[in-house]
């Protein structure tokens, strides 16, 4: 149920008894239906409290429409993707134990978040040679959504406002390669709603974990105005073939650097080369395509290479705008002011303040960003 909010900013509720949101000014009424009685029907009219809008009738039925109060409003369920994500994996870390593990010492995951070490391990393989190579426990997959879920959904959000051509598209059909936990689907939620009430979106995530699975389940059970269509893949982009022909809207979240990670990154102009051949040049005629790549601002960990996907849209002759964008936050030397600075660093979504004793998650924007606008 999409509706503005006590704030007049859209929000996503949850489903009520006895209420209705008016079709032309979008605000939740109190709506009492009762049946008209047998022999004295007439038809009325469900009109909006606030506006006077007609939002249907009926020779059966009468209604009895009221305003809600603020504090009404204020206090009714909402509904989030990055929230109830965000609190299963918190459900799961704190209440289920780690199982056995292949760490080469022993499992550092606790509570109390060891669990980090282990990310460092997968993040940094150059200064962990014998290391985790990849998400490969349960448990720390909880721990990585508690800890980065925020930062991640904030960076791409902060670069889909950026973006002129995402407000020209009516429904988004959206490309995660690399999707994990869907960061870029919690942002582009919270990026419909600040703009537009129709706007609607279908996602399709490719990642090679299959761990990811027991999360993706979860997003599948979400069903919004919004967010109407996810599916998942469990492909690998650089070894499978794959062929994609609706996207109008490609994310590569922290990929680039995964292929550092995992010591594929010879293989990153083979895999441009497909993104460009098989989904790309396949856009729809006249629709823009929006690609938004968000990564570590960093020149060892890939940044360099983002240029090298606009390279091969020029060999197609696919004609387009580019924009860099990166955030203000350690900046070591000038390399890493990589094209226009970002007004803010903060992250844009709020986590419960005991989150600090368990995960200490991030509360700034660091990576570096490549907007890419497809006409």
């Known amino acids: 149920m999409l509706a503005y909010n006590e704030n007049n900013k859209l929000t996503e509720y949850e489903e009520a008894h006895s209420l209705a949101v008016c079709e032309s000014c979008h605000k939740v009424y109190r709506r009492t239906v009762n049946e008209q009685i047998p022999g ?67 499992c550092p995951g606790t509570p109390e978040g060891n669990c980090k070490q282990c990310l460092k391990e997968v993040h940094y393989p150059s200064s962990y040679p014998y290391g985790r190579k990849d998400y490969e426990c349960d448990k720390m997959i909880d721990f990585y959504v508690c800890y980065y879920t925020v930062k991640y959904a904030s960076e791409i959000l902060y670069l889909m406002r950026k973006s002129e051509a995402l407000q020209q598209i009516d429904n988004y059909h959206v490309l995660s390669i690399g999707c994990g936990v869907c960061p870029d689907l919690m942002a582009l939620e919270r990026y419909c709603h600040e703009n537009s009430y129709d706007k609607r979106i279908s996602y399709l995530g490719i990642d090679v974990n299959k761990r990811w699975k027991r999360i993706h389940d979860q997003i599948d059970s979400y069903r919004t105005s919004t967010v ?55 856009k729809q005629a006249g629709v823009p395509m929006v690609i938004l790549i968000n990564d570590v601002n960093s020149v060892h960990r890939g940044r ?33 002011r990589y094209g226009e600075r970002h007004e803010s660093r903060q992250v844009l979504f709020r986590l419960p303040n005991f989150f600090d004793g368990i995960y200490q998650p991030w509360e700034d924007c660091s990576s570096a960003q490549l907007l890419i606008e497809v006409q």
């Open 228 to 282: 109407r269509k996810t599916k998942f893949r469990y492909w690998d982009v650089v070894t499978e073939d794959f062929s994609i022909s609706d996207a109008n809207v490609v994310i590569l979240q922290y990929v680039i650097s995964h292929f550092y990670n995992t010591g594929q990154i010879y293989e990153i102009q083979g895999f441009f080369v497909k993104l460009v051949d098989t989904i790309i040049s396949r």
């Open 40 to 106: 004295f029907r007439e038809r009325e009219y469900d009109i909006c409290p606030y506006c006077g809008n007609d939002n249907g009738s009926s020779m059966n039925y009468e209604y009895y429409n009221s305003m809600l109060t603020e504090e009404e409003l204020k206090n009714l369920t909402k509904k989030s993707l990055i929230k109830k994500i965000i609190k299963y994996c918190h459900q799961q870390y704190t209440q289920t134990q780690c199982t056995r593990c292949d760490h080469h010492l022993c």
């Open 304 to 336: 360099d290479y983002f240029s090298d996907l606009v390279e091969k849209l020029k060999d197609a002759e696919l004609h387009g705008s580019y924009r860099a964008f990166y955030f203000d936050y350690n900046i070591r030397n000038d390399a890493q």
